[in-house]
Nanobody, 115 residues
Framework: QVQLVESGGGSVQPGGTLRLSCVAS??????MAWYRQAPGKERELVAR???????NYADSVKGRFTISRNNANNRLYLQMNSLKPEDTAVYYC???????????WGQGSLVTVSS
């Protein structure tokens, strides 16, 4: 069974840090990414990383967030620094499985930034 399980969300004050983790299982994954969806808004890409480690970021998080992955144990991370209230959202782990033409999503992890 191909699945993604996230952890690490929570509440933090503005300027704080959080680290999201995603454990992938059941296949070899290609590009992986973090998306987020704020209340009343569409889901948006936060950061993406290829199997080889090339990454790109949404302009709104550049310089504050860092995406990384460990292919040996199929883990994806998002280090979030200098958090702002507008970062409040449900964050979703995403992965594609090229060999099976499959896209997989995690269950979502709530991040709340508030004073």
């Amino acid at each position: 069974q191909v699945q993604l399980v996230e952890s690490g969300g929570g509440s933090v004050q503005p300027g704080g840090t959080l680290r999201l983790s995603c454990v992938a299982s059941g296949s070899i994954f290609g590009t992986m990414a973090w998306y987020r969806q704020a209340p009343g808004k569409e889901r948006e890409l936060v950061a993406r990383i290829t199997y080889g480690g090339a990454s790109n970021y949404a302009d709104s998080v550049k310089g504050r967030f860092t995406i990384s992955r460990n292919n040996a144990n199929n883990r994806l991370y998002l280090q979030m620094n200098s958090l702002k209230p507008e970062d409040t959202a449900v964050y979703y782990c995403y992965a594609n499985v090229p060999s099976r033409h499959l896209e997989v999503w995690g269950q979502g992890s709530l991040v709340t930034v508030s004073s």
